[in-house]
C-alpha cells in the first residue's frame, strides 16, 4: 500500500512537471507583407510605419515566473522584389515611454541624448528613451519564392538542385526571455522600397523548461528604422560613444553586439574587411573583422542574383586518354556568393557576445570604433550596429 502511494506521488509530481513545461508557439505574422506602398490585403491589427517598412503588432504571451528557453523563427519570402535588403526583428521595450512607435506617430521627438550628432536621432539609451532590441540581423535574399521557377533555371548552377521556395532563420533568444514575455511590441523592418516587397512569418517558441532569467539593458541601436533617422554613416567621422548609469550592481553581465557593413558598389564597406571595435569601461571587449566568406553556401536562396562569367582553369580526368589535364574554361559567379561584412545574401547575423562579469553600481562606458569608408554621392557607406546588455536577474 505504501509503495503504490509512493508511486501515485511521483505520478503526480510529474504530471505536475510536464505541465509546467507546455511549449507555446505565439504565431505573430502569417504572410504579412513588408514593402512600400499599400499592402495588398490590410490587416487592423498591424501597425504599418515608413510607407509599410516597418510592421508592429501588440502581443501578449504568459509570464513564465521561472523563466524559459525562447527560440524565434521567421520565414520570408519574395513578394516580387528582386534586391537583397537589410532586415531586423525587434521588440519595443518601453512603449509607455518614449518609443519610435509614439514618434512616427507624431506625438515626440527624439531626446538630445540619443543623437550621435544634430542627423542621427534615436541611437542612444537615454533616462527616458530605449532604442528597441533586436531579436534577430538578418538579409533577404535574391527574389527567393516568387523567382524560384524554371523561368529563371539557366541562373541555376548544377550543384543547386533547386532554387528553394522561402528561407528561414531560427535563433535562440533565451537570454531576451524577459521581454518577450507577458505584453510587449514585436515588429520587423525591412529596408524595401518597392511596391511588391517580401512575406514574412514570425514565431516565438516558449519551451516552458525552467531556466535562469535575465534582465535587458538596451545601449545603442544605429538602425534607421523611422523618419528621423538618418543612414548611420557616421563611423567614418567619429566613434559611437555613449554613457550609462546602473542603478545597482549586476552579476554575470553579458554585452552582445550586432554589427554588418553596408556600401554596395566596388569599394564600399560591403565588401571591405574593417575592424569593428568595442570598448566597455576603458577595457576592449571586441576587437574584430566582422567578415562573411561562405556565401556561395546561400546560393538556393538566390535565384535573381547577377551572375558573371569569369575565365579560369580546370583540372580535370580526360576519359579518353586516362590521363589528367588542365583546360580554361568559364566559371560563372553570382553576387550572392560574393564575401561581405558579416553577412550574405539569405543569412541571419548572429550577435557576437562578450563577457563583462560583475559590474558595479555608477556610471558605465561604451566606445564603438569602426574607420569605415566615407559615404558620397553615389556611396551609402554605413553600419548598421547595436548593442544590449543582459545580466542574471
Known sequence: MKIRFITLCILLISSLYSFSQEKIEKIIFQDQQVNYGKPTVDNPDIIRLQGGR?????VTVPKF?????????????SNGDKWD??????????????????LAQGKTKFPKGSYTNEKHGGVKATEDYKPVVE?????????????????????KPVYVPHWEK?????????DLESIVSDTFYVGVWIDAWSKVGYKVDLSLIYSGRPKQQREVLPLVNAVNYVKG?????????????????????IK?????????????????DEFIKIKNTVIVNGKTVIDTIPWRDD??????????????LRKDSTYYRDRKTKTYKIKEIEERLASSDLSRSNWCPGSKVEPFVAELGDLKSGEQSLTITIPATAAGKDKSNHWLVSAYITYDK
Open 54 to 58: 516597418v510592421i508592429l503588432k501588440k
Open 65 to 77: 515566473k521561472k523563466g524559459t528557453d525562447v527560440h524565434i523563427k521567421l520565414s520570408l519570402r
Open 85 to 102: 535588403k537589410s532586415g531586423s526583428c525587434f521588440v519595443i521595450t518601453n512603449p509607455d515611454d518614449i518609443s519610435f512607435l509614439n
Open 135 to 155: 531579436l534577430l540581423r538578418f538579409m533577404t535574399p535574391f527574389g527567393v519564392g516568387h523567382y524560384s521557377n524554371d523561368e529563371v533555371k539557366h541562373r
Open 166 to 174: 522561402e528561407v528561414v532563420w531560427n535563433q535562440d533568444i533565451s
Open 229 to 249: 533617422q538618418a543612414l548611420p554613416d557616421f563611423f567614418a567621422n567619429r566613434s559611437l560613444e555613449h554613457t550609462f548609469v546602473l542603478d545597482k550592481n
Open 252 to 268: 554575470n553581465a553579458k554585452l552582445h553586439y550586432i554589427t554588418t557593413g553596408h556600401g554596395g558598389h566596388s569599394g564600399g
Open 295 to 308: 556565401c556561395a553556401s546561400f546560393r538556393r536562396f538566390n535565384p535573381t542574383s547577377g551572375v558573371w
